[in-house]
């Protein structure tokens, strides 16, 4: 199915209007789809959703006719959405997620009548709206928790969501609720965002405490991560070989293993297993029961350290080029 058509004719409420809210709402409606979008009390980004031509209004409004409720609020928020919505959805209404973090680890208990399903664009909703506009899409993961009293719905449903925002025109995969929650929350932590920050700038820091240029420095560790990326994904790890010198293919045999040592590899089973007994959850919402303090205090060092000054000047630099 490579369009949102099973879709058409049914309503969307769509809650929260952020990365992924934004990018869905938009793709699901120039699929045909009414949508509602709801949003909190004193919403910063209700604005943008009116400025996009839609009608937002409060949670609980968004949602008493929707045939589906996709809840794009960040994963922490999910337990004060449901308890805004809870009263207000009818039983049959299907309840639609985006990553199963708040389901699997039953931050949020639905009551069965209700389907929960989940589509899981593998990318950010920035990708997810700029390949839908090029008649393209972005992978997702689908998976359904429960199938509520209208099963078959259900699964229409679900399958029609994953197709209205674009992801059927790039692949599907079914698997559930857990093992998108486990493997997300670990690729993400392991490499995608914790492992590879923590290498560039601990990399970063290598070059220019031995006196070398922070320019330079940022170009080799950073910049060219981004080409490196795509090498991988168009050709695989080995093919990616193929691309690059010898000497450079010489340093994955003798670097690699030295760095990716046995101590590197415990750690990264004891990330698996923060992950998968709640341990990383607990933090989360201890985190953010106190206003997300670390999660802040973080992003404030990262934005003093050095590294963005040096990705400042290369970006001046290499605009003043184009
Ligand atoms: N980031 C991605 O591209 C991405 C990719 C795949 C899956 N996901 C999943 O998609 C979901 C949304 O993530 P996101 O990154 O798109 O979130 P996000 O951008 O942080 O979401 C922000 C939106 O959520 C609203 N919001 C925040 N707290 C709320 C609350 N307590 N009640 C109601 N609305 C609230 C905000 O409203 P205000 O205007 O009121 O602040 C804003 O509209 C998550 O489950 C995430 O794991 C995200």
Redesign the pocket.
């Known amino acids: 199915m490579h369009s949102g058509a099973a879709l058409k004719g049914s309503r969307v409420a769509v809650?929260?209007?952020?990365?992924?809210?934004r990018a869905q709402a938009l793709n699901l409606r120039d699929s045909g789809v009414e949508v509602m979008v709801g949003?909190?009390v004193?919403?910063?980004?209700?604005e943008l959703a009116r400025a996009d031509g839609f009608t937002p209004c409060l949670?609980a409004d968004a949602v008493p006719t929707a045939d589906l409720v996709v809840?794009?609020?960040?994963?922490e928020?999910?337990p004060?959405?449901w308890e805004?919505i809870a009263r207000s959805v009818t039983p049959e209404t299907v309840i639609g997620?985006?990553?199963g973090?708040?389901v699997h680890f039953a931050l949020v208990k639905i009551p069965t009548s209700h389907g929960v399903v989940l589509v899981?664009?593998k990318?950010?909703?920035a990708s997810?709206r700029q390949q839908f506009v090029q008649d393209l899409g972005i992978p997702a993961l689908v998976a359904t928790h429960q199938p509520g009293t209208q099963p078959a719905r259900t699964l229409e449903l679900r399958n029609g969501w994953a197709a209205a925002i674009g992801c059927t025109r790039a692949g599907i995969i079914e698997t559930s609720f857990a093992a998108e929650c486990i493997t997300d929350l670990f690729g993400e932590q392991a490499v995608l965002c914790g492992g590879i920050s923590e290498l560039i700038r601990a990399a970063f820091e290598t070059l220019v405490e031995a006196g070398y240029p922070a320019d330079l420095a940022y170009n080799e560790c950073c910049q060219e991560v981004a080409l490196i990326g795509d090498l991988i994904l168009k050709r695989g790890l080995a093919g990616m070989q193929s691309a690059i010198s010898t000497t450079a293919a010489f340093g994955i045999v003798d670097a690699g293993p030295r760095l990716i040592d046995p101590g590197v590899r415990q750690r990264l089973r004891e990330v698996l297993r923060r992950v998968e007994s709640g341990e990383f959850v607990t933090d989360l919402m201890t985190d953010a029961a106190d206003g997300m303090k670390r999660l802040h205090q973080s992003r404030a060092a990262a934005a003093e350290h050095p590294i963005e000054r040096a990705a400042e000047k290369w970006r001046a630099e290499s605009g003043k080029s184009r």
């Open positions: 809650l929260g209007y952020g990365n992924q809210g949003h909190r004193g919403s910063c980004t209700a949670l809840i794009t609020a960040p994963d928020a999910h004060q959405v805004a997620f985006c990553h973090l708040s899981a664009p990318g950010p909703g997810l």
